[in-house]
């Protein structure tokens, strides 16, 4: 497996990634609760980033590494080469799902409809909880 451009982290700093994880998740829910239409692609952006720094305190935490690839994909094969027989294969379509998902919410020109922002907030609320299952069950 081919993991792109990693750079080694102390594990302890996994907490850090943890903590913005959940600010990031925190503000797409508030954002979910006032969300207008025009919000989709704000609230899509946020939960990508959620979902980065989730699977970034992941990799920090079971094998000192992280992602730092250009094409933010390639964390999703860094998180397996982490956990190894621990990734789940639904969390990892999600987190997949919500990576591909980056260029086009960000950058893309596409504008996302405040349902599309959700769909992105579902599978990153379930990935986050995941998360937080596995960081707590740590090395």
């Known amino acids: ?31 979910d609760t006032i969300a207008e ?12 980033h959620a979902a980065i720094a989730y699977t970034d305190a992941l990799t920090i935490a079971y094998r000192g590494l992280k992602s730092v690839d250009g094409d933010h994909t390639r964390a999703a094969e860094v998180l397996v080469h982490a956990l190894g027989q621990r990734a789940d294969d639904a969390q990892l379509r999600r987190l997949k799902r919500v990576l591909n998902a980056k260029s086009e919410v960000s950058y893309g ?8 922002g959700r769909e992105l907030f579902s599978d990153v609320t379930r990935y ?4 937080e299952e596995m960081l707590l069950g740590r090395p």
């Open 37 to 48: 239409p025009r919000y989709g692609n704000g609230l899509g952006i946020i939960c990508v």
């Open 109 to 116: 020109g596409k504008y996302y409809t405040l349902d599309e």
């Open 1 to 31: 497996m081919r993991l792109g451009q990693t750079k080694q982290e102390e594990r302890s700093r996994a907490i850090g990634y943890q903590a913005i994880a959940r600010s990031l998740l925190d503000t797409a829910r508030g954002l």
């Open 128 to 131: 986050g909880s995941w998360a």
